[in-house]
């Protein structure tokens, strides 16, 4: 406050409030920690909120607005996705190096390793239609148009995986569910790399 002004007129804050974003800030600390204590990993939250994707949204309990729906489905992402994450971490720390995404292959591999003639695609369970539980699920609602797409994306993934080896490639499928057995999915990619080496 300068002098000869008798108010301040400038911005006021609340002593001992945070400000909006500062809490923000704090609750995803605080969830964070919560996480880290009760030892729930990164590709668990993955299969959970892809669970909640597949169940709720799609079942009969659904109350949400289609709006609402159709923004919810836009947050379910295409590439970068925290499976693919995981098998590049594991991938670097076994000394492989990759390129991501090709997108001159058929399908657009996850992660290639020109090197070994190698495609890999990490595949959601329930989008791609794995044999496991969560892959055979089926939404409660509206089967006739979500059973035709499912089924579209599994009969596109042989067809593309068809292609690339018809190129010469060696195709490796992770599942989202073999992220849960680490050292085993680690001595999978490597028989599997090893194998193509030896091609």
Same mark, same amino acid.
């Given at each position: 406050?300068?002098?000869?002004?008798?108010?301040?007129?400038?911005?006021?804050?609340?002593?001992?409030?945070?400000?909006?974003?500062?809490?923000?800030?704090?609750?995803?600390?605080?969830?964070? /920690? +919560?996480?880290?204590?009760? =030892?729930?990993?990164?590709?668990? $939250?993955?299969?959970?909120?892809? *669970?909640? #994707?597949?169940?709720?949204?799609?079942?009969?309990?659904?109350?949400?607005?289609?709006?609402?729906?159709?923004?919810?489905?836009?947050?379910?992402?295409?590439?970068?996705?925290?499976?693919?994450?995981?098998?590049?971490?594991?991938?670097?720390?076994?000394?492989?190096?990759?390129?991501? /995404? +090709?997108?001159?292959?058929? =399908?657009?591999?996850?992660?290639? $390793?020109?090197?070994?003639?190698? *495609?890999? #695609?990490?595949?959601?369970?329930?989008?791609?239609?794995?044999?496991?539980?969560?892959?055979?699920?089926?939404?409660?609602?509206?089967?006739?148009?979500?059973?035709?797409?499912?089924?579209?994306?599994?009969?596109?993934?042989?067809?593309?995986?068809?292609?690339?080896?018809?190129?010469?490639?060696?195709?490796?499928?992770?599942?989202?569910?073999?992220?849960?057995?680490?050292?085993?999915?680690?001595?999978?990619?490597?028989?599997?790399?090893?194998?193509?080496?030896?091609?």
């Amino acid at each position: 406050m300068r002098r000869g002004q008798d108010k301040w007129s400038g911005p006021t804050f609340q002593i001992g409030t945070p400000s909006p974003a500062l809490r923000g800030s704090l609750i995803r600390g605080e969830a964070a /920690q +919560r996480r880290r204590k009760s =030892g729930v990993s990164f590709y668990r $939250l993955e299969s959970l909120a892809h *669970a909640f #994707f597949a169940g709720y949204i799609f079942s009969g309990m659904d109350s949400v607005s289609p709006e609402k729906r159709s923004w919810v489905m836009a947050q379910v992402k295409g590439r970068n996705t925290r499976p693919e994450k995981v098998v590049r971490s594991i991938l670097y720390s076994m000394g492989y190096r990759f390129r991501l /995404q +090709r997108k001159d292959l058929p =399908g657009k591999p996850d992660i290639v $390793l020109p090197k070994y003639q190698a *495609a890999l #695609f990490v595949h959601g369970c329930y989008w791609h239609r794995h044999d496991c539980p969560n892959g055979q699920r089926l939404p409660k609602s509206r089967l006739e148009f979500w059973r035709p797409k499912l089924e579209g994306n599994r009969e596109r993934d042989i067809q593309k995986q068809a292609l690339l080896r018809e190129q010469g490639w060696n195709v490796l499928i992770i599942w989202e569910c073999q992220l849960r057995g680490a050292d085993t999915l680690r001595e999978n990619i490597r028989a599997f790399l090893e194998g193509a080496a030896n091609k």
